[in-house]
């Protein structure tokens, strides 16, 4: 099955360099792209009419001009302006996509005191496939692909993305698993040596036995596989800081996974420090 991958397309930094990331990708791949803009629901205010459709107008003349960029390069390239919530509407282009790929909602107006909106953290959870969010950073001289592991099915699925990833663009694969140790409410955080050898033993053999395989398939891929104490999220973002991609997977549970992330991949996107792949 082609390979088809989802851009919400915006005109700002980061949506620029999203759109930059999946061409590239669909390049490398033989993929075809969507390019998807919404533009937000009428209300029903008096002069709204012309107002929405100014607004579709233009929208569409944006992907159009960017669909034949891309299109004299070869690629095969599609466009839909949607009405609406930008998270339902985004979510509902993933029915039978590949991928999405969208650009950080990262707002501020203090770049020192950084904030960001929900709607990239919905948007992921709702979706149908994987998803890369691409925040405004400049890619030049970052390494590797980090992906975060936990010997979960989940995890099994990112670690299969973030391999392919690596192969495909060169580049070393650092598997990171990270152990927590008890927490002790009172008192000093004082723990035995054997249980502390224990843990990171335990670790490093749910590490090799999530890996195991990778060698047949890729058998030139450069493994740097990691296995540190600390808190999940906050070890992937370290090692994120400098890497060109970050892949983890996603634990949303229940009824109302659709809206919600397990609490590392939310907390890996909510201090988005590099291109991060979310994988169900």
Known sequence: MAERIVVGVLDT??????LEWAAERARSRKASLLLVSVVGGAVGAVGEGPVVEAAIASANAFLEAH?????AEGLAVDVVVLRGDPVRQLVSATAGATLLVIGSDYRSDDRDTPRRGVHGLRIVAGAACPVVVIPDVAA???????????????????VAFAAAEADRLGEPLIPVIVWTPVAVPRGPKVYPEQYLTSMQALSEEALAL????LRQTYP??????RVERGYPSEVINRLAATARLTVVGSHGRGAVARFLLGSISHEVLAALVAP?????
Do not use: H, M, Y
């Not at 669909?67 to 299109?71: K, P, S």
């Not at 991060?276 to 169900?280: F, H, I, N, S």
């Open 210 to 213: 999530a890996l195991a395989g």
């Open 13 to 18: 930094s980061a949506g620029r360099r999203a």
């Open 276 to 280: 991060t792949a979310v994988v169900r």
């Open 220 to 225: 030139d891929l450069d493994l740097q596989s």
């Open 67 to 71: 669909a034949r960029n891309l299109e």
């Open 140 to 158: 030049e001289g970052r390494r590797g692909i980090v992906v975060g592991v936990d010997g979960s099915p989940t995890s099994e699925a990112a």
